[in-house]
């Protein structure tokens, strides 16, 4: 029997190194490449049982079209998100696979070290003791006790950045879509309305996906209702905040920190080097000109154990289609791009 083999998309040294590792488990033909999937280069898939993709490989209904038209059976993401999916172009047509959770406390941990960081003004202070300055003026930070952050999204992130924080002394406010008040009683915390998570905290810190109801959901309006000097926090998706509204707000000190793991054009930069090369990207050049915003190349995921995490789960993912199991992380679009509500909870299958 031939092997199944799958094609890497945007690969990366570590991608090769993990998936390798654990596919001595498996024993599946893999192909790694380092460009992005794109309507310019889904002709690489072609004779391929499957690809495994990653946050800025760009599948759109014409990719998506040809990925059928060359017997791709499977589309294996290794990451959470799946916005840059278009999913009803693959429905009935190609399954779609996740990693739903590779390690929560990962990007947990990461938001926490911006804000700390931030806070305590770290990176200024590395680089003025490395130039041999020892001077302490304007590195004085605040208290985190006692201070009220918001967590816009109480997913299995959120809940560990809740737990994190809460051990800080912090008060807690919480917005989802999807409230749980058995969580907010069992961890502590209060959800409230958008307009009042503004108002009331001096963090914010964002861990929901990108929906249509979530897209730019920090913009002028929102950032004119939260308190001054207000510091945010994004780890999960770049549009979830208006990059030009933002730095608005940082100008006119509305906002007084922002710390992004994520930028809603990241794609043509993020994961690269272009430190010999000219930002072409006004808005990214612009963000990164305030030295009270720090900016990380979508790396809060990026620990060992997450690592091996989404290696080990998208190989299973592969293993369980091969074998006709129910796929547990399929995302159904049928089910109104919501995986946790999908039909396949009760059927065992998308289609």
Do not use: W
Not at 220 to 240: F, Y
């Amino acid at each position: 029997m031939a092997k199944f083999k799958v094609a890497f998309f945007d690969s990366k040294p570590y991608d090769m190194e993990s998936f390798d590792r654990f596919n001595t488990n498996y024993g599946f033909e893999l192909r790694y490449f380092k460009e992005k999937l794109s309507e310019d280069t889904v002709f690489m898939a072609k004779g391929y049982d499957a690809v495994c993709l990653f946050v800025n490989d760009e599948v759109s209904a014409a990719v998506v079209d040809e990925l059928v038209a060359m017997d791709v059976k499977l589309i294996a993401m290794r990451c959470a998100g799946y916005n840059n999916v278009d999913l009803k172009a693959t429905y009935n047509r190609i399954h779609v696979v996740r990693v739903p959770a590779y390690s929560p406390y990962a990007v947990a941990e990461h938001a926490l070290a911006l804000m700390m960081t931030l806070n305590r003004k770290i990176h200024k202070a590395y680089t003025r003791v490395m130039d041999k300055n020892f001077t302490i003026q304007g590195l004085m930070g605040f208290d985190m006790h006692g201070k009220t952050v918001g967590v816009i999204g109480t997913g299995q992130i959120g809940q560990i950045m809740i737990q994190i924080l809460k051990g800080l002394g912090m008060r807690v406010l919480a917005h989802d879509a999807f409230p749980r008040q058995d969580i907010a009683q069992n961890l502590g915390f209060t959800y409230v309305d958008l307009d009042t998570l503004y108002r009331e905290s001096d963090i914010i810190t964002l861990h929901c996906p990108l929906l249509p109801s979530t897209e730019y959901m920090i913009n002028a309006e929102a950032i004119s209702k939260m308190k001054d000097g207000v510091m945010i926090i994004n780890t999960s998706r770049g549009k979830l905040i208006d990059t030009k509204a933002l730095i608005e707000g940082l100008k006119s000190r509305k906002v007084g920190y922002a710390g992004l793991d994520v930028y809603e054009e990241e794609g043509d930069y993020f994961f690269e080097d272009y430190s010999t090369e000219v930002l072409n990207d006004d808005v990214l050049a612009r963000l990164l000109t305030f030295n009270n915003v720090i900016v990380t190349s979508h790396q809060a995921f990026f620990t060992r154990e997450a690592i091996d995490n989404i290696a080990k789960t998208t190989l299973q993912n592969i293993a369980d289609f091969i074998e006709g199991k129910p796929l547990t992380n399929e995302i159904c679009y049928r089910c109104g791009q919501d995986p946790t509500n999908c039909n396949k909870v009760k059927t065992g299958k998308c289609f």
